[in-house]
C-alpha cells in the first residue's frame, strides 16, 4: 500500500520548533510550537515531506519570521536577512516548496495529492493554490470551516453533526505511524457541485470526519477535493500520511543534528538545516534499498510498514 491514492505518494507540509534562547537568532521570538509544546522561545520551521510506501524523507524547509522581526530592519540586517524579505504567513513559504517540488514529483493528476494541518488548510487562499496547480488534496480545518452554503449547515462540525448517521461511520487503516497503524473511524461525504479540470476529468469536493471509537465526541475535520473517482478508503490515506511528517522530522533532530546548532545568521540556519535533511534522506533511502531487498523489517526508523488488513466497507455520497 502506498502513502496516498494510487500509491503514487503525499505531498505533506506541517511545521517545526527549535527552541533557541536569546534575541539574535534569525527569526526566535516566543511563539506557539506544538513540538515544544506551548509558547516558548524558539524559531519554527516550515517543512516539506515527501511520503510514499517505501517511507518518507523532508525535501524542503523554510524560516519562518514572525512580524516583530519583519517589522525591524536592523534586527533583520544584523542577522543577514535577506532585505527584500518580507512578512510572509506560514501558508506563503508552503506554497514555495510545493512549486519548488512539482518538477521532480509523479505529473499525472490524481497521482500527487497534498495533506497539511489546519494551519495551512483553513486558508482558502491555500486551498485556492492548489486547485490552481491541479493538486489533489485532502487538509485539516477548523470546526467552524464553512462547507455549504445552505441555513445552518455552512459549518463543518454542524453538518456532521445533523447529517451522520452512527452507521455511516467506517473503521479504516489510514497509514502506518509509531503507534502501528492508525485505524481511525471515518465519515466521508460529497459536497454538492462538481467541476471538469483542463484535462476533462471531473473533480469533486468532500467533507472528511474522524474520530476514535473510544472518543467519540473528539473529532477532527478535514476538506478534500480530488478525482470524482477516488474510493474512500484512499481518501482516507492523505490525511493518514500528514503525521509522516513528523515521522521524517524525528531522526532528522535525534540521527542527523537538525535542532542542534549554534548558528544564528539567516542563511547560517538554511545550511545547518538543508545539511541535516539530506543526511536524513539518504538514511531514509537505505531504510527503503533494505526494505526493498530483504522485507520490510518490524520496525525501522520511520515507523512501521504499511497495514496490509481488509479495508471496510464505504458508504455513499451524501
Known sequence: MGA???????????????????????????????????????????????????GQALIDRELYLPREWTDDPDRCRAAHVPGQRGFLTKPR?????????????????????????????????????????????VVNVQANSPVLQRPGRRHAARLVERVAREEDWVELPAGPSQLDTRTWQWWVRRLPGEEEMADGQAWARWLVARRRLEDPGKRDYYLGRGPTDT?????????????????????????????????????????????????????AGCDAATARENGPPARTRYGRPPPTAPVAERGGPA
Open 4 to 54: 496516498g491514492p494510487g500509491g503514487a505518494g503525499v505531498l505533506v507540509v506541517d511545521e517545526t520548533g527549535f527552541a533557541k534562547r536569546g534575541k539574535a537568532s534569525a527569526g526566535v521570538a516566543r511563539q506557539h510550537s506544538g513540538t515544544l509544546g506551548g509558547v516558548f522561545p524558539c524559531q519554527i520551521g516550515v517543512m516539506c515531506a515527501w511520503a510514499t510506501g517505501a
Open 93 to 137: 513559504p508552503a506554497e514555495a516548496m510545493i512549486e519548488r517540488a512539482l518538477p521532480g514529483l509523479p505529473q499525472e493528476t490524481g497521482k500527487v495529492w497534498v495533506a497539511a494541518d489546519e494551519v495551512y488548510g483553513r486558508e482558502r487562499a491555500f486551498r485556492f493554490f492548489l486547485e490552481e496547480h491541479r493538486l489533489p488534496y
Open 231 to 283: 474510493p474512500v478508503e484512499e481518501i482516507v490515506l492523505v490525511p493518514g500520511a500528514r503525521r509522516r511528517v513528523e515521522e521524517a522530522i524525528k531522526p532528522a533532530k535525534s540521527a542527523c543534528g537538525m535542532a542542534d546548532y549554534e548558528v544564528r545568521s539567516f542563511h547560517g540556519w538554511y545550511r545547518h538545516v538543508t545539511l541535516a535533511q539530506l543526511a536524513a534522506a539518504f538514511l
